[in-house]
């Protein structure tokens, strides 16, 4: 399409919204998403950057025109900065701004030159509007930082309505307020990109609690609340987009998976940072408190169920408009499971996760080089014989690590007395640090899997599990268990009259 003068302005205007295609940024992002492109810089019908844009965009004289582009990491279009457009919309999935359409009611002004004093009407209430708006926005921060009864108004510059993020009294959990369905975006996964920017930028970190491959676990504090922050090393920057991409994109809010709140890329000390905000729980993953802590077999069958309902939860496709894909975690172990406070586990770490939708049978695996864990990896995987175009392939894979997570809690659960000490899967057979060829031998050669204590055949709950223990190591993947069949098994288990009964 043909715009007027002047085209310098408007190349620069493009470029602020990140709708040329001049020079790419040099990141390993830049091939992640894929827009339609449709502007009078365009080099071709598509474009590749972070995310998508829709803008629409008047010249001087001329009536509105949509604009359509990529934006990238170095463009600020879709975190906070004003520019000079009507209207605009971001998104980020490939080809989001294809079918997009902006809508803007204008108001049509006379042929003739308007006379400046009947201007100044307007210029006066426009500024005065403005004031009020200022001081309005004022007194609200006072009162957000100084009474009890808080509003807090911050306003998506998306164009969608105000978030307005409340607390009713003092003591009440500004996080529960500040994650309530009404706050989330449209997925109902997660809050607007820009109010997660500003409370990562209001968390003050505490103490390390973990160190990993992935980088770093703190504590942190937001407005007297404890957070978790995890920090990204900039070699697993791609984990850290995916979990970002999963977290913002679906919805994923369940009680058994980790909950989410925000996540941030900041320059910190001449350096980047990937900053992942999510819920705090004391007791550590799975892996340290089983280190710790011995267990009845109610409470083993507590963590197993809980952590069977999460899996669940990740494993089913939900239809309709606010649905989710299924997904595949694909890094399943005791160190990705978390214990929360009241006992119950909750998974955490997405950054490999792949999802598909039946619908448009779309499998996305994102664009992550990193594998998962070696001592929890399938024969499949191990041998290179899984189907990767496959989905369900990677499903029975997290049903096999599944059945070593169940095997680790039953090692540590007492029966007549008798527990042994934590250990993880295959500790007798390969070293510390097993290589893959290590494991390949042990599993896909001798097709060893852990040995289960006899001991656990005295107890009704603990059969059960080492029963299900077996059919999740099947060789054959296909004949595993399914999450939902191991949820509806141990459920039925937790309510058998022999037993008693599991508290929730």
Known sequence: MALGAPRR????????????????????????????????????????????????????????????????????????????????????????????????????TP?????????????????????????????????????????????????????????????????????????????????????????ARQVALVECVGKGR????????????????????????????????????????????????????????????????????????????LQRQTLEPQLALKLAMSAACGLAHLHVEIFGTQGKPAIAHRDLKSRNVLVKSNLQCCIADLGLAVMHSQGSDYLDIGNNPRVGTKRYMAPEVLDEQIRTDCFESYKWTDIWAFGLVLWEITRRTIVNGIVEDYRPPFYDAVPNDPSFEDMKKVVCIDQQTPTIPNRLAADPVLSGLAQMMRECWYPNPSARLTALRIKKTLQKLSNSPENPKVIH
């Open 214 to 289: 992935y980088g770093e676990v703190w504590r942190g504090l937001w407005h007297g609340e404890s957070v978790a922050v995890k920090i990204f090393s900039s070699r697993d920057e791609q984990s850290w987009f995916r979990e970002t991409e999963i977290y913002n994109t679906v919805l994923l809010r369940h009680d058994n998976i980790l909950g989410f709140i925000a996540s941030d890329m900041t320059s910190r000390n001449s350096s980047t940072q990937l900053w992942l905000i999510t819920h705090y729980h004391e007791h550590g993953s799975l892996y340290d408190f």
């Open 9 to 108: 302005g408007l190349l620069m205007l493009l470029m602020a919204l990140g709708l040329t295609q001049g020079d790419p940024v040099r990141t390993s992002w830049e091939q992640l998403i894929n827009c339609t492109c449709e502007n009078p810089h365009c080099r071709g019908p598509t474009c590749q950057g972070v995310w998508c844009t829709v803008v629409l965009l008047r010249q001087e004289g001329g009536p509105p025109e949509q604009l359509r582009g990529c934006g990238r990491l170095h463009e600020e279009l879709c975190w906070g900065r004003p520019t000079e457009f009507l209207h605009h919309h971001c998104c980020y999935s490939s080809f989001c701004n294809q079918n997009m359409s902006l809508e803007l009611q204008v108001t049509r």
């Open 111 to 199: 042929p003739e030159e308007p006379r400046v004093d009947s201007q100044l009407p307007l210029v006066l209430g426009s500024v005065l509007t403005l004031l009020a708006l200022l001081g309005l926005g004022a007194l609200g921060l006072w009162h957000f930082r100084k009474r009890e009864k808080k509003h807090w108004v911050l306003h998506s510059e998306l164009g969608e309505s105000s978030i307005i993020l409340k607390t009713s009294e003092q003591g009440d959990s500004m996080l529960g307020d500040l994650l309530d369905s009404d706050c989330t975006t449209g997925s109902g996964s997660g809050l607007p990109f820009l109010v997660q920017r500003t409370v």
